[in-house]
């Protein structure tokens, strides 16, 4: 009888286990095609700064409407706060060929530079267009000039892809993000 119990148990925990499937989706950051040269040796990303919608773990869409849609079972791969900063860092070490590192900083010396990013918006919308809006700021360590900027950038996508394809779009953008703030605020 307890085998019974032990199969009967098993089967339904599957059942459960199949209902409540969660797809995860990564970033992956195109590949390179530039190298930009800027006026620092090395840049700490400290601080990204999302909107609420952006930091959650769902991946938001803004309808046509205006209204904001998400779905409990279509997540960001990772904290999308922390994978921003990490797909920044990346994308701006692999642009610059300098040493560059998201927070906490890693190295003994400290940065030249510090790069700090407040995002008015970061979303998909269900016509193709994933968009980022906001504000960085460049702190130098030891004085020198400081900048701040503005950025408003776009990319297209294939809305029919899905989640996949908003995914793909995400690390397109941070990337023309990234060659925006080289050429803009770390030259």
């Given at each position: 009888?307890?085998?019974?119990?032990?199969?009967?148990?098993?089967?339904?925990?599957?059942?459960?286990?199949?209902?409540?499937?969660?797809?995860?989706?990564?970033?992956?950051?195109?590949?390179?095609?530039?190298?930009?040269?800027?006026?620092?040796?090395?840049?700490?990303?400290?601080?990204?700064?999302?909107?609420?919608?952006a930091a959650a773990d769902e991946i938001h869409i803004r309808k046509n409407d205006g209204t904001l849609v998400s779905s409990s079972d279509q997540l960001w791969a990772d904290a999308p706060e922390r994978a921003?900063?990490?797909?920044?860092?990346?994308?701006?070490?692999?642009?610059?060929?300098?040493?560059?590192?998201?927070?906490?900083?890693?190295?003994?010396?400290?940065?030249?530079?510090?790069?700090?990013?407040?995002?008015?918006?970061?979303?998909?919308?269900?016509?193709?267009?994933?968009?980022?809006?906001?504000?960085?700021f460049v702190a130098v360590t030891g004085g020198g000039r400081e900048r701040s900027g503005l950025f408003d950038q776009t990319v297209t996508f294939d809305p029919k892809s899905g989640p996949a394809g908003i995914a793909a779009a995400r690390g397109q953008l941070i990337l023309k993000l990234a060659e925006f703030i080289a050429k803009d605020g770390l030259m």
């Open positions: 009888m307890n085998a019974l119990k032990t199969i009967a148990t098993l089967g339904f925990a599957l059942a459960l286990a199949a209902c409540g499937s969660v797809d995860r989706y990564a970033v992956t950051i195109p590949p390179v095609t530039e190298t930009v040269r800027i006026a620092f040796r090395s840049v700490e990303v400290r601080d990204v700064s999302l909107p609420s919608y921003v900063a990490l797909e920044l860092s990346e994308s701006l070490s692999r642009l610059t060929n300098r040493r560059i590192a998201s927070e906490p900083w890693p190295f003994e010396a400290y940065p030249d530079a510090r790069l700090e990013l407040r995002f008015a918006e970061l979303l998909a919308t269900e016509t193709g267009q994933f968009r980022a809006t906001g504000q960085y």
